[in-house]
Every structure is written in structure tokens, then in C-alpha cells.
């Protein structure tokens, strides 16, 4: 299990609540922000993107949560630990369950997208260690509609990076 464990990915994912957290229901967008870190926690890859607004806040988790599939397949990585501050979520994904009428097709979906991994796990983390993610959603919603950053991180949310991995 070592040689696993030195090669996961933790992905960090949280979608956009809004400037001074105004649900997403109030905005016009919605957005989305990713962080994959190798084992030692240095940032490998970094994604902010803006999104037509979802028809809830629990479909807007379920699509941030397929993007950060999706990226980490197109970063080409093969094992991951994805995380994530919307418990009910994840554990829906954890437990397989595809029933909630709101985002269960969505979760079909990541559980389809991660087959290609050799090793994949969903984690529920707190919010405030999740805050690397936060601020690039936020950063969406007044950037371009997609940012990609490789091997590095914007100037404005580096200090969080350390706060982020411990």
C-alpha cells in the first residue's frame, strides 16, 4: 500500500455560495474550484471556472465534484483522494446512491468517471480546510470563464496553500 500511497492526488473541489456567502440561487453563475496536490501536498494543478447557474445548491456540489473528476482524467493521473466539504454528497457517492432526483444522474456519472482511476476515495472535509478551493470558486465569478494553472497557484490565494495542507 505504500507505493499507492506516495502516488495519491488529493483533490480538494468546492463550488461557489458567492461574495459574503450569498447562496448561488442569487447569482446568475455559479462557480467551481479544484485543487490537485500530490502526496506532499505541493499544488500540481489548479482550476477556477465559471458555470451557468444549477437548479440547486446540491446539484451545483455534484457538478463541482464530476469537474474535479473530470480534471484530474485530463491532468492523467491514475490515483486520487478527492475531497470535499459537501458531506451529504460524498457520502452519496461513498454509498453508490443514485437516488436523490436532483443530482443522482450527476453522481452516475463520477461513479462511471472513476473507474478509469487505479484508486480512488471521496472524503468529507471541513470547510476551513478547504479554503484553497473556496477562493478560486469565488475568483470565477470576476475571471475568465475557465483558469488552469500547472505547478502553480495564483499570487492572491498562495498564502492559503500552507494554511490548506495542514
Not at 45 to 59: E, G, K, M, N, Y
Amino acid at each position: 500500500m505504500t507505493e499507492v500511497n506516495d502516488a495519491l492526488k488529493r483533490m480538494k473541489m468546492r463550488k461557489l455560495m458567492g461574495p459574503d456567502e450569498i447562496p448561488i440561487e442569487d447569482l446568475d453563475s455559479a462557480g467551481f474550484g479544484i485543487v490537485i496536490r500530490n502526496s506532499l501536498g505541493s499544488v500540481r494543478a489548479a482550476l477556477s471556472q465559471r458555470v451557468p447557474i444549477p437548479f440547486s445548491v446540491a446539484t451545483a456540489e455534484a457538478l463541482a465534484c464530476r469537474r474535479a473528476v473530470e480534471f484530474a482524467k485530463e491532468v492523467s493521473a491514475l490515483d486520487y483522494i478527492f475531497e470535499g466539504d459537501a458531506e451529504v454528497l460524498i457520502k452519496a457517492i461513498c454509498m453508490e446512491d443514485v437516488s436523490n432526483p436532483k443530482y443522482g444522474y450527476v453522481i452516475k456519472d463520477i461513479l462511471v468517471l472513476v473507474r478509469d482511476f487505479h484508486f480512488s476515495s471521496f472524503n468529507h472535509v471541513k470547510r476551513s480546510s478547504n479554503q484553497v478551493a473556496n477562493h478560486l470558486a469565488r475568483r470565477s465569478k470576476f475571471g475568465c470563464e475557465l483558469q488552469v494553472w500547472f505547478d502553480t497557484i495564483p499570487e492572491d490565494i498562495a498564502p492559503l496553500v500552507v494554511y490548506d495542507a495542514m
